[in-house]
């Protein structure tokens, strides 16, 4: 079955809250035809994302460009065009994520601001998540395993993860990579968006802070 979500517009606040507690259900994909494999339509501020670890199953990796909101600017001669950003896509179909960390930066009129959560602190209750999707521009781990790993994917079996092989193969690159489990450590991730089916925070902790500062 082909997975199809609808798009969700978010306000300057909506940022800070979509990607760490109500993205699980809000934020969704678009299959593209003819075009890239799909698009989110995202804010304008980037979020960034640290865990001790992630040992995810169903692992695919792609190429995107997601729409900014505002999701157009206009040109000199007046004519407006879409603000695209490029991004890669990472999904896993399940994952458990130690010492997860997720924070952003808002400029208010009284200062700049950082929102963070912390959650699966307890190695006993990591988080988990399921169907997880990520759009990110930069991705950082000490160590990143993968088994039964395929890059380049022509006939892709992605299916096995949170997409479907159709999401890669429509797109006229069709490039890919793909494994049956993937596991990082010591990750730092720098975020666009990201949605899951389901988004366990065990031992969560939400924190206000004045200033710039977050989880790296």
Not at 5 to 10: A, F, L, N, S, V
Not at 69 to 93: I, R, Y
Request: negative net charge; contains cysteine.
């Amino acid at each position: 079955m082909s997975q199809t979500y609808g798009k969700t517009r978010w306000k300057r606040f909506a940022v800070v809250m979509v990607p760490t507690l109500v993205a699980t259900a809000a934020v969704g994909v678009s299959v593209a035809q003819g075009a890239l494999a799909a698009s989110f339509s995202i804010s304008g501020s980037q979020f960034k994302v640290s865990a001790d670890s992630l040992d995810g199953t169903g692992f695919t990796q792609y190429g995107n460009v997601d729409v900014q909101v505002p999701s157009a600017k206009e040109t000199a001669d007046g004519q407006k065009t879409p603000n695209l950003v490029p991004v890669a896509v990472s999904g896993f179909k399940s994952a458990i994520i130690d010492n997860l960390c997720q924070s952003v930066a808002v400029a208010t009129p009284i200062g700049t601001y950082t929102l963070t959560i912390h959650a699966g602190q307890d190695p006993a209750n990591p988080v988990t998540a399921d169907k997880l999707l990520i759009d990110m521009t930069d991705l950082k781990a000490k160590t990143a395993t993968f088994t039964d790993i395929n890059i380049g994917v022509a006939d892709s079996k992605v299916s096995d993860g949170p997409i479907e092989a159709s999401v890669v193969n429509n797109s006229p690159d069709g490039f890919a990579q793909e494994a049956t489990s993937a596991k990082l450590t010591d990750v730092q991730q720098t975020a666009w968006a990201t949605s899951a089916g389901t988004f366990n925070l065990n031992g969560m902790h939400l924190n206000i802070a004045s200033g710039n500062t977050g989880c790296f």
